[in-house]
C-alpha cells in the first residue's frame, strides 16, 4: 500500500544552519512526489515538486528510488522557514494524493 | 486569480446533527479534492472530482458522507449524521489539469468542523 513517512514531528534549528526534513514513501511503481508548506495563518501551497527539480526559497529535494526517500534541505535556514513542511506522493498507476503527517519546522533567531 | 473558497470557516455541532461544507474552485480548474485533516495528521483524501465525475472515492465514508458537484464547479461536502470522529479540519483543493496527477493543488482555507 501507498505510504508517506515523515518521522520527525518537529524540527528545531538555529538561523544559518543546514536543514534537512525528511520523507519516505512506499510505492512499487513510478512515484511523482511533492512537498507541500503551511506558514503559519496561510493556506497549505505548494513549495516543490520532484518533476520540475527546481530549487524553490533556497529549498531543494532529490528522489531517491533506492532508499525510496524524497528529502528536503536548506544549507542556510532563514526564520520566515518557520512552517509545517508536508511531503505528498501521487504516481502513475493510482490518482489519489496521500500525505505524511508533516513536520513543523522552527527557525530559531 | 481568485483563490479556492470555503464556508463556513468554522462550524461547531452536536454529535448526531447533520452539517454541510461548500467549495468553490479556481475558476477553469477540472479537479477538486476534499480533505479531512485531524489534529496532527496530514491531509486525508476524501474525494476526488474531475468536473463531474468522480475520480476517487475510496476513503470517503459513505455510511455518513456525501459530496456532490453539480455542473462541475462548485461542491458541497455532507456529514449526516455527524460522530465525534469526524472533528477535523475539512479542507477543500482545485487543480488545473485532466487528472490531477502532478498539478499543483491550490488549497482552500479549511472549514474546522468541532463535533461535541
Known amino acids: 500500500a501507498q505510504r508517506v513517512t515523515q518521522p520527525e514531528k518537529l524540527l528545531s534549528v538555529f538561523k544559518g544552519a543546514p536543514v534537512e526534513l525528511k520523507c519516505n514513501y512506499s510505492?512499487?511503481?513510478?512515484?511523482?512526489l511533492f512537498w507541500y508548506v503551511q506558514y503559519s495563518r496561510q493556506r497549505l501551497q505548494l513549495l516543490l515538486r520532484?518533476?520540475s527539480r527546481e530549487s524553490i526559497k533556497g529549498f531543494t529535494a532529490d528522489l531517491n528510488k533506492g532508499e525510496t526517500s524524497f528529502h528536503l534541505k536548506k544549507p542556510f535556514a532563514q526564520e520566515e522557514d518557520s512552517a509545517m513542511y508536508y511531503c505528498a506522493l501521487s504516481g502513475l498507476s493510482f490518482n489519489k494524493f496521500y500525505f505524511g503527517s508533516g513536520t513543523k519546522l522552527n527557525v530559531k533567531p | 486569480e481568485a483563490g479556492v473558497a470555503q464556508s463556513p470557516r468554522y462550524k461547531i455541532i452536536e454529535k448526531r446533527q447533520s452539517v454541510a461544507f461548500w467549495c468553490n474552485p479556481i475558476s477553469g480548474h477540472a479537479t477538486l479534492y476534499w480533505y479531512q485533516q485531524i489534529l496532527g495528521q496530514g491531509p486525508k483524501l476524501l474525494i476526488q472530482?474531475?468536473?463531474?465525475?468522480?475520480?476517487?472515492d475510496s476513503q470517503l465514508p459513505k455510511d455518513r458522507f456525501s459530496a456532490e458537484r453539480l455542473k462541475g464547479v462548485d461542491s458541497t461536502l455532507k456529514i449526516q449524521p455527524a460522530k465525534l470522529e469526524d472533528s477535523a479540519v475539512y479542507l477543500c483543493?482545485?487543480?488545473?489539469?485532466?487528472?490531477?496527477?502532478?498539478?499543483?493543488?491550490?488549497f482552500g482555507p479549511g472549514t474546522r468542523l468541532t463535533v461535541t
Open positions: 483543493a482545485s487543480s488545473l489539469g485532466l487528472s490531477g496527477r502532478g498539478d499543483e493543488q491550490y
Open positions: 510505492y512499487s511503481g513510478s512515484p511523482e
Open positions: 520532484h518533476i
Open positions: 472530482f474531475q468536473n463531474n465525475g468522480v475520480v476517487d
